[in-house]
């Protein structure tokens, strides 16, 4: 993860969403747009919109722009700079070593962490940038209006399983499947407890009762997708059971590695028409 600060506080992002980072200049202001969106500004040939990272977490404005930063990131097909008071450091974690945030902080889908590490007896945030940037453009989110045209469809008892740290994706992956007609879904909030659950079932003989398919996203606390899948695949147990993985982390590198350890399919947030596409044909 990379760390960095805003105000006195750190905070941490997958380096897998960096773009590129650079330093902060003034961008240009753009009219009636969102309060947290600070204006745009083109380092080359794509025009990248501004979030003011401060103004979004409820802190003061830098009291020294000359080292404020740009995070450029590239995630749900987006290019968004988020403005930072300072970078600090890359630190190499495992996924085990990201504890997930209790309700007191993440709870009812309003928190922005989907994580904590703690580094050299600092705890550093990760925060949900994909919910940010959701909060600030809805329609960049979980594109629902895909749902819509797939009309009605009939009830579909196929037990699913839903592997996805953030409460608010989580809630809206739920509503969405349950809408395209699937109606019997388990959530687990990262992979860890996705796996337990697994064994759990298998151990009692009701696996085949409970789980007939995985979707999985990338990067969560605890366990990630990837070694979800990796555990799923390898095993006699397991692996006859389809993994999805639908992440905001997709790109080509992404999904070679997916691809070696063995997904059914791989799906980019916020594209869930084609989510509920791939589990049609996955399980027809």
């Known amino acids: 993860i990379l760390e960095f600060r805003v105000g006195n506080n750190a905070y941490g992002i997958n380096v897998a969403k960096i773009?590129?980072?650079?330093?902060?200049k003034k961008p240009n202001p753009v009219p009636?747009?969102?309060?947290?969106v600070e204006g745009i500004f083109m380092p080359r040939e794509d025009i990248i919109?501004?979030?003011?990272l401060a103004k979004c977490l409820g802190f003061p404005n830098s009291s020294n722009e000359a080292t404020d930063m740009y995070i450029v990131t590239n995630f749900n097909k987006l290019h968004i700079a988020f403005h930072v008071h300072s970078v600090?450091?890359?630190?190499?974690?495992?996924?085990?070593?990201?504890?997930?945030?209790?309700a007191t902080i993440s709870g009812s889908g309003c928190g922005v962490a989907t994580g904590i590490v703690k580094i050299n007896e600092k705890l550093i945030i990760i925060l949900d940038f994909e919910k940010i940037v959701s909060d600030i453009s809805p329609e960049t989110g979980l594109k629902l209006s895909d749902i819509d045209h797939l009309g009605d469809r009939s009830r579909n008892n196929t037990p699913i399983m839903i592997v996805e740290d953030s409460q608010l994706l989580n809630k809206m992956i739920t509503e969405?499947?349950?809408?395209a007609g699937y109606t019997n879904l388990y959530c687990a909030a990262n992979g860890q407890e996705a796996w337990d659950k697994?064994?759990?079932?298998e151990s009692d003989g009701s696996l085949h009762d409970n789980v007939h398919l995985v979707i999985t996203d990338i990067e969560m606390p605890q366990m990630d997708g990837h070694r979800l899948t990796k555990l799923i695949k390898s095993s006699d147990k397991f692996q006859h059971i389809p993994v999805v993985i639908f992440s905001s982390l997709i790109n080509d590198d992404m999904r070679r590695k997916g691809e070696m350890l063995g997904a059914d399919a791989q799906l980019t947030k916020p594209e869930i028409g084609k989510l509920v596409d791939a589990i049609d044909n996955i399980l027809m």
Do not use: G, M
């Open 49 to 52: 919109t501004v979030v003011d």
């Open 198 to 201: 697994l064994n759990e079932l």
């Open 88 to 102: 600090q450091a890359i630190h190499r974690v495992s996924w085990a070593d990201i504890a997930e945030p209790d």
């Open 19 to 24: 773009k590129e980072i650079l330093t902060y």
């Open 32 to 36: 009636n747009a969102n309060p947290f």
């Open 176 to 179: 969405c499947l349950k809408k």
